[in-house]
């Protein structure tokens, strides 16, 4: 897959099929513009996602957070076989382009001759543009509108905002279900300070970036991929509160039947399942022995 980023100095000379969004968690709504895509693709086009190096509402909202980072992004679109990903700079000159303004210059730098998007994808400035305005200047700019409808699940839409609400709530089973995949976190493994594996529990410790919206704090049943492998296990998102007051936010997560180096890895934590809150405990002692309950409930819980 071809990876554009950080510039708006581009071209597609090849004819495109285009879907444009978000796609914050790719989730299976997502999945049905995937599927015009592929439709595109049989056609002899090459497909084409653009979407934003930072979501909009972000650039509003400074606590706002992702499902997934712009890395973690770049990886699921091409898991789904898509040719270029464009992450456009948003910066205020884009925002301040009127919707016909965006199509123009769209259709300027990509030889597009379809573009794909929900019901629901606004563009160009205040968001005025609605897929109406996609179907009003395909004819003039030379492009077919595809337009699809919201996927719904359980009676209501499936939407980035539906799965972060689940998320928050420490729900990751009916997440999951929306995803499409297991909600995960991408960070490379830390040196750490060692606790874990002074009272028999060796743990990798990551943080999490900033960006990304992490499920409660508390215990959770996880599978880890690294090196193309999975491995079941139980982490923990939280600070450490039996141990100290200081510590950020981190994920730690023990490995079943795992023994090796992994410092400094890439490791990909998917949330299975909300064992427990997290909780400050009054001795170390009474820490190892709640985890050892945790590991014997993730252990039932995955059939090992």
Avoid at 91 to 114: D, H, N, Q, W, Y
Avoid at 216 to 221: D, E, L, Q, S, T
Wanted: glycine share 8%.
């Amino acid at each position: 897959m071809k990876y554009i980023k950080d510039t708006l100095e581009f071209h597609i000379e090849e004819p495109s099929v285009v879907t444009l969004g978000k796609f914050d968690g790719l989730h299976l709504g997502h999945r049905y513009l995937m599927e015009e895509l592929k439709k595109g693709k049989a056609l002899g086009l090459k497909s084409v996602a653009f979407t934003f190096d930072i979501s909009p509402r972000a650039f509003l909202q400074e606590e706002y957070r992702v499902l997934s980072t712009n890395e973690e992004k770049m990886h699921i679109f091409e898991e789904a076989g898509v040719d270029v990903l464009i992450e456009c700079p948003f910066t205020e000159e884009f925002r301040s382009l009127s919707p016909r303004a965006f199509l123009e210059m769209l259709t300027g730098k990509i030889c597009v001759r379809r573009i794909v998007a929900g019901t629901d994808f606004c563009f160009g400035y205040k968001r005025s543009g609605t897929y109406r305005e996609l179907e009003q200047y395909a004819p003039e700019l030379g492009y077919e509108a595809v337009i699809v409808k919201k996927m719904q699940y359980r009676g209501a839409d499936i939407s980035s905002t539906r799965i972060r609400e689940c998320i928050s709530r420490g729900d990751m089973e009916e997440a999951n279900r929306l995803l499409g995949y297991e909600y995960f976190v991408s960070a490379p493994v830390l040196h750490g300070n060692a606790l874990g594996r002074t009272i028999g529990f060796p743990t990798a410790n990551q943080i999490p970036p900033k960006e990304k919206l992490l499920p409660p704090n508390g215990v959770y049943a996880v599978h880890a991929i690294m090196n193309g492998k999975t491995y079941c296990g139980v982490c923990n998102i939280g600070r450490k509160p039996t141990v100290g007051d200081n510590y950020p936010v981190g994920i730690e997560t023990f490995f079943f039947d795992f023994h090796g180096d992994i410092y400094d890895r890439e490791i990909r934590v998917a949330f299975v399942k909300h064992i427990r809150p997290e909780k400050k405990f009054a001795s170390v002692e009474e820490l190892a022995a709640q985890i050892e309950r945790d590991k014997e409930t993730c252990r039932k819980l995955f059939g090992l």
